[in-house]
């Protein structure tokens, strides 16, 4: 279970990078180019990837 849960909040950190970059601009060619949704949600759940890779970091089995 610990492996999964930093693979899952690794997972979480690249996705709230990607998302965060096309809400910028950074990232072109999609729907979520430019809005700014995106831009604010994206480090929300990179947030979330990095407490849930610290829990399961620290998690003894």
Do not use: K
Request: charged share 10%; no cysteine; aromatic share 8%.
């Amino acid at each position: 279970m610990r492996a999964l849960g930093i693979a899952l909040g690794v997972l979480m950190v690249v996705m709230g990078a990607i998302w965060t970059f096309q809400g910028l601009g950074y990232i072109e060619g999609s729907a979520m180019t430019d809005q700014s949704i995106w831009a604010v949600l994206g480090p929300i759940l990179a947030g979330f990837g990095v407490a849930l890779v610290l829990v399961a970091a620290r998690r003894r089995e």
